[in-house]
C-alpha cells in the first residue's frame, strides 16, 4: 500500500511540474479575469499545532509565507472589499485579482498572520462571529473537537483520566458520533474529523446535549494562551492597517438549521454588533460551514451585505452570484510535494481549475474536505 501511494505522489508531482513548464496552469493564463479568494483559518506555530485538534484547518507562519510568496507573484493580492471594487469595473488589466480571507477571528491570525502579512505587504479580510465581542467560549466546533480528541486518545492510546465509572458512557458518546468504526484503524485526527462531520448532521438540540452529557464526563478543557480571540482594539488595529473585518454569523451556527428569526440575529444582527464595536462599516459575509440555502443568500442581501463566501472550491467569473463566491482553502498538505516541500507548481494545478475531482470538493473548514 506504501508503494503505490508513494507511486501515485510522484506522479501527482511529474504532473504538477510538467503543467507548469508548460504554463498551463499558470495562474496568469487560467485565472484571468476571474475573482479568486483563498481562505486560511488558524495560523499556529508548528509546537502549538501539535496541540490543536484540527491540524489540517492550520497552517504555520512559514507554511502562510509560503503560499503569500507564490500568491502575490502571480496575482494582486488585497481584501475581498477592495477586491469586489475593482471587480465589479469588469475587464481587469494586468494580473489576476484576488483576495485574502481568514476565517473565524481568533487570536492567532492576529499574533502570527499579520507579521506574515505585513512582510509580504497585502492586506486581507477577517470574517469574525460576533459572539466573541462578548463570549471568549471557543466556538462549537472547537469545543466538540476538543471533546472528541480527549475521548479517542482514552480508547486508541488507553491513556489515564477517566474514572472506570464513566467508561460506559464515554464509549457511547463516542459510538454516537462514529457507529461502527473501529477507533484503532484510524488516526486520531482522522477520527475527529469524522465524528465532526457526523454532528453538522444533526439539529443544534442534538449537538448541545451531546456536548452537555461530555461536559459531565470530561475533565474540564485546558485552554492555551493562544488558543482565544482577537479582542476589538486588535480587529480596530486591523482595520486601522488597512484590513477588512466581515461577519462570520454571530455565534457560527449552521445557517440552513436556523429559524427565520434565528437567521437575521446570525446575518444582520451580527453585521449591527460589529458595526458598533468597531465602528466601521462591514460589507461582506462568511457563510459558516459555507453551509446556505435560498433563505440564507435572502437575507444577507436584506441585511445590507454586498457579498458572501462559501466554501465550495473554485474561482469566480464575471456575473456569478455575489451571494454564493468560491474559494480555494489552503490547506498545507495541499500544497506539498512528495517529499514535504511547498510545491508552486501543486499549488497552482489545483487552483487552476484542471486538477481532476475539485470541482465537486467542498472544503469544510470545521472538519477537512469532503466531495
Same mark, same amino acid.
Given at each position: 500500500m506504501g508503494g503505490l501511494t508513494g507511486l501515485k505522489a510522484l506522479v501527482r508531482d511529474v504532473c504538477g511540474e510538467v503543467l507548469s513548464l508548460a504554463r498551463l496552469t499558470a495562474p496568469e493564463n487560467r485565472l484571468r479575469q476571474r475573482l479568486s479568494i483563498v481562505t486560511f483559518h488558524r495560523v499556529l506555530t508548528e509546537s502549538q499545532?501539535?496541540?490543536?485538534?484540527?491540524?489540517?484547518?492550520?497552517?504555520?507562519?512559514?507554511?502562510?509565507?509560503?503560499?503569500?510568496?507564490?500568491?502575490?507573484?502571480?496575482?494582486?493580492?488585497?481584501? +475581498?472589499?477592495?477586491?469586489?471594487?475593482?471587480?465589479?469595473?469588469?475587464?481587469?488589466?494586468?494580473?489576476?485579482? +484576488?483576495?485574502?480571507?481568514?476565517?473565524?477571528?481568533?487570536?492567532?491570525?492576529?499574533?502570527?498572520?499579520?507579521?506574515?502579512?505585513?512582510?509580504?505587504?497585502?492586506?486581507?479580510?477577517?470574517?469574525?462571529?460576533?459572539?466573541?465581542?462578548?463570549?471568549?467560549?471557543?466556538?462549537w466546533h472547537d469545543a466538540m473537537?476538543? /471533546?472528541?480528541?480527549?475521548?479517542? $486518545?482514552?480508547?486508541?492510546?488507553?491513556?489515564?483520566?477517566?474514572?472506570?465509572?464513566?467508561?460506559?458512557g464515554a464509549l457511547g458518546l463516542l459510538a454516537e458520533l462514529q457507529p461502527g468504526v473501529d477507533?484503532?484503524?484510524?488516526?486520531?485526527?482522522?477520527?475527529?474529523?469524522?465524528?465532526?462531520?457526523?454532528?453538522? #448532521?444533526?439539529?443544534?438540540?442534538?449537538?448541545?446535549?451531546?456536548?452537555?452529557?461530555? #461536559?459531565?464526563?470530561?475533565?474540564?478543557?485546558?485552554?492555551?494562551?493562544?488558543?482565544?480571540?482577537?479582542?476589538?482594539?486588535?480587529?480596530?488595529?486591523?482595520?486601522?492597517?488597512?484590513?477588512?473585518?466581515?461577519?462570520? $454569523?454571530? $455565534?457560527?451556527?449552521?445557517?440552513p438549521q436556523c429559524s427565520d428569526d434565528e437567521l437575521r440575529v446570525e446575518i444582520a444582527g451580527s453585521r449591527q454588533k460589529l458595526e458598533a464595536a468597531l465602528g466601521t462599516p462591514v460589507t461582506t459575509f462568511c457563510y459558516p460551514n459555507g453551509s446556505a440555502d435560498a433563505r440564507c443568500v435572502a437575507q444577507a442581501r436584506i441585511a445590507g451585505y454586498r457579498a458572501a463566501v462559501t466554501t465550495r472550491w473554485g474561482s469566480n467569473l464575471p456575473g456569478d452570484e455575489p451571494y454564493l463566491l468560491q474559494r480555494f482553502n489552503m490547506n498545507a498538505q495541499h500544497a506539498q510535494d512528495r517529499?514535504?516541500?511547498? /510545491?508552486?507548481? #501543486?499549488?497552482?494545478?489545483?487552483? $487552476?481549475?484542471?486538477?481532476?475531482?475539485?470541482?465537486?470538493?467542498?472544503q469544510d473548514p470545521c472538519g477537512g474536505v469532503t466531495a
Open positions: 499545532r501539535r496541540l490543536y485538534p484540527l491540524p489540517g484547518l492550520a497552517v504555520t507562519p512559514e507554511e502562510l509565507d509560503d503560499h503569500l510568496r507564490f500568491l502575490t507573484r502571480h496575482f494582486r493580492c488585497m481584501s +475581498l472589499h477592495t477586491a469586489l471594487d475593482l471587480w465589479a469595473g469588469g475587464h481587469v488589466p494586468g494580473r489576476p485579482l +484576488l483576495a485574502i480571507t481568514f476565517d473565524d477571528g481568533q487570536l492567532d491570525n492576529y499574533e502570527n498572520a499579520l507579521p506574515v502579512l505585513e512582510k509580504n505587504s497585502v492586506t486581507a479580510s477577517f470574517y469574525v462571529p460576533s459572539q466573541v465581542l462578548e463570549d471568549a467560549t471557543p466556538l473537537a476538543g /471533546s472528541v480528541a480527549w475521548l479517542v $486518545s482514552q480508547f486508541v492510546h488507553e491513556t489515564a483520566g477517566l474514572r472506570t465509572s464513566g467508561r460506559q477507533l484503532g484503524r484510524v488516526t486520531p485526527h482522522a477520527a475527529v474529523e469524522a465524528a465532526l462531520e457526523q454532528t453538522k #448532521r444533526w439539529n443544534p438540540a442534538q449537538r448541545e446535549d451531546w456536548m452537555r452529557r461530555a #461536559r459531565s464526563l470530561l475533565p474540564p478543557p485546558e485552554r492555551h494562551r493562544w488558543d482565544g480571540f482577537m479582542s476589538i482594539g486588535q480587529m480596530k488595529d486591523l482595520v486601522a492597517r488597512g484590513h477588512e473585518i466581515g461577519s462570520h $454569523s454571530h $455565534s457560527h451556527a449552521l445557517l517529499l514535504g516541500r511547498f /510545491s508552486e507548481a #501543486r499549488l497552482a494545478w489545483r487552483m $487552476s481549475g484542471l486538477h481532476p475531482g475539485l470541482d465537486r470538493v467542498r
